[in-house]
């Protein structure tokens, strides 16, 4: 059974700092293709950031230069880490992963994962 589970959500000031991780079980990270997307209450899905099946980041525009991507192949986990929090990063926060190779102009689209996990929530207070 192919799980991904997330942890590390929970309430931050703004400024703060959280690192999520998301364990995977019955699929292998190292060499697919990963992200986080977030979901804000009547909001659409919004890709965060994503990991190419050769470890190249993508940032959405809103959080280039404060969060940071990465994934532990030996741990098979993949990690967001996440600075100089803000209020609009309030959101549930999803790891997803994809079972077919890529391409870097679709990485943040939701529609490419088939593999999804249940979410951490992420609250930033001013």
């Known amino acids: 059974q192919v799980l991904l589970v997330e942890s590390g959500g929970g309430s931050v000031q703004a400024g703060g700092s959280l690192r999520l991780s998301c364990a995977a079980s019955?699929?292998?990270?190292?060499?697919?293709?990963l992200a986080w997307f977030r979901q804000a209450p009547g909001k659409n899905r919004e890709g965060v950031a994503s990991l190419s099946s050769n470890e190249i980041p993508i940032y959405a525009d809103s959080v280039q230069g404060r969060f940071r991507i990465s994934r532990d192949d030996e741990k098979n986990i993949l990690t967001l880490q996440m600075n100089s929090l803000r209020p609009e990063d309030t959101a549930m926060y999803y790891c997803?992963?994809?079972?077919?190779?890529?391409?870097?102009?679709?990485?943040?689209?939701?529609?490419?994962?088939?593999?999804w996990g249940q979410g951490t929530q992420v609250t930033v207070s001013t």
């Open positions: 997803a992963g994809a079972r077919v190779v890529i391409s870097p102009s679709f990485l943040l689209d939701a529609e490419v994962y088939t593999i």
């Open positions: 019955g699929y292998t990270v190292s060499g697919n293709c």
